[in-house]
Each structure stands twice: as C-alpha cells, then as structure tokens.
C-alpha cells in the first residue's frame, strides 16, 4: 500500500502520465465538464475538499512549471487568488477570459473536480519536467 503523496489511483496515475507542458485542471463544483473529458471527482460534499487543501496535495507529486486561471478570479475570488500566488512564487502565473479559460481545460489531460463552492476556483496546471 501507497504510504506518501497521493493515495487517489487515478490522481497518481494521470500524474505520473504527464509529461513536460501537459495540463490538469483542478475544477470547482461548477465547472462545466465536458462528456469526453476524463474527470477524477473526489468532491464530498459542498466546498469540501476545497480547491486549495487539493491542490497543496497535487503539488507534493507534480513539477508544476505555470499556472492559468480565469481573470474572474481577481475581481470576484480574492482569497483564492491571494492563496495561489501564495503557493507559486516562482511559476509562471497567467489569467483568461472565463469562456477562453473553459477552452483550454478541455485540452486537459484530467479535470479534478473538487467541492469548491467559491466563483471562479479553477485552476489550469502546466507541467514541467524534473531536470
């Protein structure tokens, strides 16, 4: 049995699947989710687990070279915003138009979707590589 980093099979999987620049997208409640997208939902009731406590998770076991979000976020989801930059000081950090932002996750390897219930908590994640 798996003892560290993530225990979700199929979050390590699809991690450990990536290479340099693929994307994952950890989802809100709300994002809308394409029927073709793989889509890992680990949510279990509303705004738990939140967007954050997932992604301090991801992190421990993905290279994460830049981040994209929706422009939204910094006018109607202040304290996520404030959070992520929090968490990447040196990755390249870059916003969308929301519509644009729902394009580019569907070219997503995988769409975690968690039970944050807070505007605009979607966040793209581009991987880098190890060396």
């Not at 950890?26 to 939902?41: E, F, Q, S, T, Y």
């Not at 705004?47 to 997932?54: A, E, N």
């Given at each position: ?9 199929e ?34 009731s ?6 954050i ?31 992520l ?26 769409i ?6 807070t505007?605009?908590?979607?966040i ?8």
């Amino acid at each position: 049995m798996k003892k560290q980093g993530v225990l979700n099979r199929e979050i390590a999987s699809a991690l450990a699947r990536l290479g340099h620049t693929d994307t994952i997208v950890l989802a809100d409640c709300g994002l809308p989710i394409p029927d073709h997208m793989k889509c890992i939902d680990v949510s279990l009731s509303l705004g738990t687990p939140g967007v954050i406590q997932v992604l301090e998770t991801i992190k421990e076991d993905m290279e994460i070279e830049s981040v994209t979000v929706a422009v939204e976020m910094e006018s109607d989801n202040k304290e996520i915003l404030t959070e992520l930059h929090n968490h990447f000081t040196k990755e390249k950090f870059s916003s969308l138009p929301h519509e644009e932002f729902k394009k580019a996750a569907n070219e997503a390897k995988v769409i975690i979707r968690t039970g944050e219930a807070t505007p605009y908590s979607n966040i793209i994640l581009h991987s880098g590589v190890i060396f």
